[in-house]
């Protein structure tokens, strides 16, 4: 039965567990409402024993800082996201607080940062781009990775990484382009995070490009509270749903699913490694 029969605020089941446990590389516990201890239980018990906590504005970025200080398999990233930054939300002011936050040692990487060209107008796309400038800098300062939110900008985002020169470590969050697109990806050495959309029907494209995707270089993530994977779609995310993109995946790349499992446990870790 799909998400879509009348049930869409309730959370789905737990799905059946991974064998080799993995990491949800993105998403926003501090929006997904509930018990942040139980909702890391309940991913464990499906085999996600790492979550990435994203920060979004100064605000949820404090608050990952602190849930990663917190708990241990809490890992933070903190940043102004690009629909904030067309806002005029990348002040001075701001991305010095972002650029001091990202040095505390639990604090795995910078973003999500990068260029939405789906919400944000061309009025504010000029202070996306000068924020998104503004976040390379602080990592390739911090050394820590870079996770880029790109959403209908894929060519502007591939251009300002190569004007800027990209970090060591660069993630595309919630990938969204075709397989030529992660080719160029895959050739500039940048990780690729797929998330619940590589399992709706229509995205053929999405799966051709992880089908492409080097092993080294995939990464997986949920983008909780948003983006729930099928056959859930339209219900509440979070990251005890891993295992459902995990095994779209493998279908997607016609690879077994515990050795893309051990594949994607040691990218997360290699790429938000301090």
């Not at 590389?25 to 929006?31: E, F, M, P, V």
């Not at 080097?214 to 997986?220: K, Q, S, W």
């Amino acid at each position: 039965m799909s998400g879509r029969s009348g049930r869409e605020g309730e959370p789905p089941p737990a799905p059946e567990p991974l064998a080799v446990a993995v990491a949800d590389s993105h998403c926003h516990l501090d929006i997904m409402g509930g018990d942040v201890r139980a909702q890391l239980d309940l991913a464990a018990s499906v085999g996600i024993d790492l979550v990435v906590q994203v920060g979004v504005d100064l605000e949820s970025s404090r608050l990952s800082a602190r849930l990663a200080d917190q708990y241990d398999e809490v890992w933070a990233t903190v940043a102004l996201h690009p629909n904030e930054a067309g806002r005029g939300a990348a002040t001075p002011e701001a991305l010095t607080a972002i650029r001091e936050l990202a040095q505390l040692p639990q604090v795995r990487g910078v973003g999500e940062t990068g260029l939405d060209h789906f919400r944000t107008g061309p009025e504010g796309q000029g202070m996306q781009e000068d924020s998104f400038r503004a976040h390379i800098a602080i990592a390739k300062e911090t050394g820590k990775a870079l996770v880029i939110h790109d959403r209908e900008a894929h060519d502007d985002v591939l251009r300002v990484l190569r004007e800027e020169g990209a970090p060591d470590v660069t993630v595309f969050h919630c990938y969204s382009g075709d397989a030529a697109m992660a080719r160029v990806c895959a050739d500039a050495g940048y990780y690729l995070s797929f998330a619940g959309p590589v399992t709706f029907k229509a995205n053929d494209e999405l799966r051709a490009a992880a089908a492409v995707c080097p092993e080294d270089r995939i990464l997986v993530e949920t983008d909780a509270p948003f983006l729930t994977p099928m056959p859930f779609r339209g219900r509440p995310n979070a990251p005890y749903l891993v295992p459902h993109t995990m095994r779209g995946l493998s279908a997607a790349r016609a690879q077994d699913l515990d050795a893309l499992c051990h594949a994607v446990a040691a990218n997360t870790r290699r790429a938000f490694a301090l």
